[in-house]
């Protein structure tokens, strides 16, 4: 089992910066992907940006341009540094650990954390 805990959400006006940070613990050995996701009030979760171990990144169409997730391994932590930030990404995020063993998956997700964008 992989525990995260993210922090960093909070209350900013649009146009504004964040950055979300996402701490690893327990079984991290098998990570190969770490993500963040979010969900909007009324809406399905979404794949926000995701990076494999090796450092591939991959964003939503909605996002690029403006976040930028990144990996600390020495500390297994994953950042999402997010800018020019609109109120239409007001939504919870969540940080997102995808696991590989020879004969099986699994997805671990933390609690979230709120992010609100005021106009």
């Known amino acids: 089992q992989v525990q995260l805990v993210e922090s960093g959400g909070g209350l900013v006006q649009a146009g504004g910066s964040l950055r979300l940070s996402c701490a690893a613990s327990?079984?991290?050995?098998?990570?190969?992907?770490m993500g963040w996701y979010r969900q909007a009030p009324g809406k399905q979760r979404e794949m926000v940006a995701t990076?494999?171990?090796?450092?591939?990144?991959n964003y939503a169409d909605s996002v690029k341009g403006r976040f930028t997730i990144s990996r600390d391994n020495a500390n297994n932590t994953v950042f999402l540094q997010i800018h020019s930030l609109k109120p239409d990404d007001t939504a919870v995020y969540y940080c997102?650990?995808?696991?590989?063993?020879?004969?099986?998956?699994?997805?671990?997700w933390g609690q979230g954390t709120q992010v609100t964008v005021s106009s």
């Open positions: 997102n650990a995808a696991s590989r063993g020879r004969f099986w998956d699994r997805s671990d």
């Open positions: 327990g079984s991290i050995f098998d990570i190969h992907t």
């Open positions: 990076i494999t171990s090796a450092g591939s990144t």
